[in-house]
C-alpha cells in the first residue's frame, strides 16, 4: 500500500524568508502524480502545486516551487517570501491508478511577522 | 462556476440518529469523492463514484452509505451515527484522472 510521510508536524518561518516543507513518500508504481495541499483555518482544502511523477521538471506556481526526487521518492514545497496568509496546514498527496489520493499527516506552518 | 458546494456547513447529530451530507459539483466532473478528516489527521476516503451509477468503497466506509443518481450529487449516508463518526467530512471531484477539487466541508459532532 502506498503510504505518504510528512515528518515535520510544525514548521515556523518569518515572514518574507522562505521555508521548506518535507514529504517521503512509498510507492512500487512508475507512474503517478503528487500533490501540495493548503488547509487554512477555514478547513478548505486548497490545491497548492502538482506534479506529474513522469516529468522531470520540478513544477512552480508563484511563490510555490516543489523539490522532486524519483529515485529516493521524496517531494518538498518550498514557500518564498513567505506571507501570512501563508499560515495554514499543508498536506502532501500522492495519486496512482484509480484515482484515490493519499495524504500525508500535514505539517502545520506558522509565519511570524 | 460555484465548484463543489457542501452542506450543512456544521450539525449537531444524536447517537442512533441518521442523516445525509449534500455534495453537489458544477464541474461535469465524472469522479466524486468522500473523505473524512479527524482533528490533527490528514483526510481518509469514505466511498468514491468513477461516474453516476458506480460507487466503490475507499478507505473507511463503515457506518457509510452513498449513491450516485447524477453526474452532479453525491450524497453521503450516516445511518445509527456513532460519536465515532465526528469529524470533518469533505467531498471533491475530478474529471478523470486529473486534479480533485475540493469543497469547503462539513463538521459534524455526534453526541
Known amino acids: 500500500a502506498q503510504t505518504v510521510t510528512q515528518s515535520q508536524p510544525e514548521m515556523s518561518v518569518q515572514e518574507a524568508e522562505t521555508v521548506t516543507l518535507s514529504c517521503t513518500y512509498d510507492?512500487?508504481?512508475?507512474?503517478?502524480?503528487l500533490f501540495w495541499y493548503k488547509q487554512p483555518p477555514s478547513r478548505q482544502m486548497i490545491l497548492v502545486i502538482r506534479?506529474?511523477?513522469?516529468?522531470?521538471q520540478n513544477a512552480t506556481e508563484n511563490r510555490f516551487s516543489v523539490n522532486f526526487q524519483k529515485a529516493a521518492k521524496s517531494f518538498s514545497l518550498k514557500i518564498s517570501d513567505s506571507q501570512l496568509g501563508d499560515a495554514a496546514m499543508y498536506f502532501c498527496?500522492?495519486?496512482?491508478?484509480?484515482?484515490?489520493?493519499?495524504f500525508g499527516g500535514g505539517t502545520r506552518v506558522l509565519v511570524k511577522p | 462556476n460555484a465548484g463543489v458546494t457542501q452542506t450543512p456547513k456544521f450539525h449537531i447529530l444524536k447517537i442512533g440518529q441518521s442523516m445525509t451530507l449534500q455534495c453537489t459539483q458544477d464541474?461535469?466532473?465524472?469522479?466524486m469523492y468522500w473523505y473524512r478528516q479527524d482533528p490533527g489527521m490528514g483526510l481518509k476516503l469514505i466511498y468514491y463514484?468513477?461516474?453516476?451509477?458506480?460507487?466503490d468503497k475507499g478507505e473507511v466506509p463503515n457506518g457509510y452509505n452513498v449513491s450516485r443518481s447524477t453526474t452532479e450529487d453525491f450524497p453521503l449516508r450516516l445511518e445509527l451515527a456513532a460519536p465515532s463518526q465526528t469529524s470533518v467530512y469533505f467531498c471533491?471531484?475530478?474529471?478523470?484522472?486529473?486534479?480533485?477539487?475540493f469543497g469547503p466541508g462539513t463538521r459534524l459532532l455526534v453526541l
Open positions: 510507492t512500487s508504481e512508475s507512474d503517478y502524480y
Open positions: 463514484s468513477v461516474g453516476a451509477g458506480i460507487t
Open positions: 498527496a500522492y495519486k496512482a491508478a484509480g484515482n484515490k489520493l493519499t
Open positions: 506534479q506529474e511523477a513522469y516529468k522531470q
Open positions: 464541474m461535469n466532473h465524472n469522479y
Open positions: 471533491a471531484s475530478s474529471y478523470l484522472l486529473e486534479t480533485q477539487y
